[in-house]
């Protein structure tokens, strides 16, 4: 839910005394005197006094479109954009017979609901230039994507200590060229438009690709390569210089058993199907293999004896389990590295295991791996974020210097401190890797010399799955929309916790006296 300023509240909890309007009425009866060019200092204090959760009920009056008289218009604009951007729908689809027929909302004309919308859009993007420009540092995650219809996206999101906000989902200024110059040009216009100083930015953080770390030193800031990325990279390369036969050999009659006769012939013996090995992830190779390993029982010679030639030896099934446990572990190290709240330190101790478990990895996965762009920089973070800052070199401690917290900064200001137990035990192999790390914290000392490094995820997965959000949203039948109506999609699905009834009261208000008018229908 969007943070509420102390007016809204307390026009939520305060009526004014018709005769004194220096007096204003609690909802709990109580009269207090306040002169509002002064500020709501009086009315604040007595609700931090005698309602601790005045917040939680404002925010549900939101939730309950019942706040400030906007119950009928405002709601039933705010239901309508909800269910379009949850379910990805086209604005086309409020004029659908059936749809109006099914769903108990008001009618309401698709260019009306664009209209509010791009007023909502106005006031959700200034409430995040708001709260981005107070950050004292964060870092820029971006990646690009082409939608296969002669277009490519930059996506951009900004991360700091308050949480994730998308800035873009924008075309390149121009667009006839994807170089590092044009998209570190796109990526300052951006921050111009939210006010925001480049010199607060502490780190970029993308894929490992040869444009990236040039888009960084553009930008002038280290580059954290993403870690999955970096693993993904790592793993594959181990497949296929180590068991690239055995892929190809379960690939082979993968397919062949895709084929019609053979996949009815597989069909009366079990529902499982094989896979084909996909070859941009290496988990689509795990998959594949472990889908053949589940009907390999049913692929005999008397049953597929046009197969014969291309039967798995004995020694080729025991090498398939061996490599199938291998890869559940190499597995859970990926998810891990798909979660959220992943930590720089944690991400190391990740990587270490992997090296452990698999040696070669070591050329993509050390601290000193020449796709690391950003030596000093990242191992500082990993010494931040494992609540050791007094073990930093002095080329560290020179990188991250930009994370020390100014004399004169908040006193609320979140900093690093001690750990204070372990994660609840899972029983994966990256999840003991995290629990010996966790330890390790716990005994370490702790310091306030350093921003807490907690909200710097080492991966670039966000992008990626806005890209994901993307495909969704720009189907085959939607492939004429304007790139600038996909990026307001996009940036209100994420800021969706920003879109209430209150933001489209103030839409309404703003488009006052316009010729925006609901089509009413029976």
């Given at each position: 839910?969007?943070?509420?300023?102390?007016?809204?509240?307390?026009?939520?909890?305060?009526?004014?005394?018709?005769?004194?309007?220096?007096?204003?009425?609690?909802?709990?009866?109580?009269?207090?005197?306040?002169?509002?060019?002064?500020?709501?200092?009086?009315?604040?204090?007595?609700?931090?006094?005698?309602?601790?959760?005045?917040?939680?009920?404002?925010?549900?009056?939101?939730?309950?479109?019942?706040?400030?008289?906007?119950?009928?218009?405002?709601?039933?604009?705010?239901?309508?954009?909800?269910?379009?951007?949850?379910?990805?729908?086209?604005?086309?689809?409020?004029?659908?017979?059936?749809?109006?027929?099914?769903?108990?909302?008001?009618?309401?004309?698709?260019?009306?609901?664009?209209?509010?919308?791009?007023?909502?859009?106005?006031?959700?993007?200034?409430?995040?230039?708001?709260?981005?420009?107070?950050?004292?540092?964060?870092?820029?995650?971006?990646?690009?994507?082409?939608?296969?219809?002669?277009?490519?996206?930059?996506?951009?999101?900004?991360?700091?200590?308050?949480?994730?906000?998308?800035?873009?989902?924008?075309?390149?200024?121009?667009?006839?060229?994807?170089?590092?110059?044009?998209?570190?040009?796109?990526?300052?216009?951006?921050?111009?438009?939210?006010?925001?100083?480049?010199?607060?930015?502490?780190?970029?953080?993308?894929?490992?690709?040869?444009?990236?770390?040039?888009?960084?030193?553009?930008?002038?800031?280290?580059?954290?390569?993403?870690?999955?990325?970096?693993?993904?990279?790592?793993?594959?390369?181990?497949?296929?210089?180590?068991?690239?036969?055995?892929?190809?050999?379960?690939?082979?009659?993968?397919?062949?058993?895709?084929?019609?006769?053979?996949?009815?012939?597989?069909?009366?013996?079990?529902?499982?199907?094989?896979?084909?090995?996909?070859?941009?992830?290496?988990?689509?190779?795990?998959?594949?293999?472990?889908?053949?390993?589940?009907?390999?029982?049913?692929?005999?010679?008397?049953?597929?004896?046009?197969?014969?030639?291309?039967?798995?030896?004995?020694?080729?099934?025991?090498?398939?389990?061996?490599?199938?446990?291998?890869?559940?572990?190499?597995?859970?190290?990926?998810?891990?590295?798909?979660?959220?709240?992943?930590?720089?330190?944690?991400?190391?101790?990740?990587?270490?295991?992997?090296?452990?478990?698999?040696?070669?990895?070591?050329?993509?996965?050390?601290?000193?791996?020449?796709?690391?762009?950003?030596?000093?920089?990242?191992?500082?973070?990993?010494?931040l974020s494992n609540g050791t800052p007094e073990t930093l070199t002095v080329c560290e401690a020179?990188?991250?210097?930009?994370?020390?917290?100014?004399?004169?900064?908040?006193?609320?200001?979140?900093?690093?401190?001690?750990?204070?137990?372990?994660?609840?035990?899972?029983?994966?192999?990256?999840?003991?890797?995290?629990?010996?790390?966790?330890?390790?914290?716990?005994?370490?000392?702790?310091?306030?010399?350093?921003?807490?490094?907690?909200?710097?995820?080492?991966?670039?997965?966000?992008?990626?799955?806005?890209?994901?959000?993307?495909?969704?949203?720009?189907?085959?039948?939607?492939?004429?929309?304007?790139?600038?109506?996909?990026?307001?999609?996009?940036?209100?699905?994420?800021?969706?916790?920003?879109?209430?009834?209150?933001?489209?009261?103030?839409?309404?208000?703003?488009?006052?006296?316009?010729?925006?008018?609901?089509?009413?229908?029976?």
């Amino acid at each position: 839910m969007a943070p509420l300023d102390n007016k809204t509240i307390c026009a939520y909890w305060f009526t004014k005394d018709e005769d004194d309007p220096n007096k204003h009425v609690c909802r709990c009866g109580t009269i207090m005197k306040q002169v509002i060019a002064a500020g709501y200092t009086n009315l604040m204090t007595h609700l931090r006094k005698q309602h601790n959760d005045f917040e939680e009920q404002v925010n549900a009056a939101q939730r309950q479109c019942t706040l400030f008289g906007y119950t009928n218009k405002a709601s039933n604009i705010h239901a309508w954009l909800t269910l379009l951007i949850l379910n990805h729908w086209p604005f086309s689809t409020v004029t659908s017979e059936s749809v109006r027929k099914y769903i108990k909302l008001s009618p309401i004309s698709r260019n009306s609901l664009m209209k509010y919308h791009t007023a909502i859009m106005e006031i959700i993007l200034d409430e995040v230039k708001k709260i981005v420009t107070k950050q004292p540092v964060y870092g820029l995650y971006f990646d690009g994507w082409s939608d296969g219809n002669g277009r490519h996206y930059l996506g951009i999101y900004l991360v700091c200590a308050t949480g994730k906000f998308l800035l873009s989902h924008t075309l390149l200024l121009d667009e006839t060229n994807q170089n590092a110059t044009n998209n570190v040009a796109t990526i300052k216009d951006v921050l111009q438009f939210f006010d925001l100083d480049l010199e607060k930015c502490q780190f970029c953080c993308s894929d490992n690709t040869n444009v990236c770390p040039a888009i960084a030193r553009g930008l002038g800031k280290p580059l954290i390569g993403c870690k999955s990325h970096l693993f993904n990279l790592a793993v594959k390369e181990w497949i296929r210089d180590n068991h690239a036969e055995l892929v190809e050999k379960v690939q082979q009659i993968s397919l062949k058993l895709l084929d019609n006769n053979p996949a009815g012939k597989l069909r009366g013996c079990t529902p499982l199907k094989p896979k084909k090995v996909q070859l941009t992830r290496w988990s689509g190779t795990m998959n594949a293999l472990t889908a053949y390993n589940k009907i390999k029982e049913f692929i005999t010679v008397e049953r597929f004896p046009e197969f014969a030639e291309l039967m798995l030896k004995p020694d080729d099934h025991v090498a398939l389990v061996e490599l199938l446990e291998s890869l559940g572990n190499l597995h859970s190290i990926t998810k891990e590295l798909q979660r959220e709240t992943l930590t720089m330190g944690q991400a190391r101790c990740l990587f270490d295991a992997a090296i452990e478990l698999v040696p070669t990895m070591e050329h993509y996965l050390s601290a000193e791996a020449d796709l690391v762009t950003a030596k000093s920089y990242e191992n500082g973070l990993v010494k931040l974020s494992n609540g050791t800052p007094e073990t930093l070199t002095v080329c560290e401690a020179h990188a991250v210097r930009g994370l020390v917290v100014a004399a004169d900064a908040d006193s609320d200001v979140e900093q690093v401190e001690d750990a204070d137990g372990a994660p609840a035990p899972v029983l994966s192999f990256a999840a003991q890797a995290l629990k010996r790390v966790a330890r390790e914290q716990s005994r370490a000392g702790a310091t306030t010399t350093y921003y807490n490094t907690d909200w710097i995820n080492p991966t670039s997965n966000i992008v990626e799955r806005l890209f994901s959000q993307s495909k969704l949203e720009f189907s085959p039948h939607r492939r004429s929309m304007m790139a600038g109506t996909l990026e307001h999609s996009l940036l209100l699905r994420f800021h969706l916790d920003l879109l209430t009834v209150h933001v489209v009261g103030r839409a309404l208000d703003m488009l006052a006296g316009t010729n925006v008018e609901e089509e009413e229908e029976a």
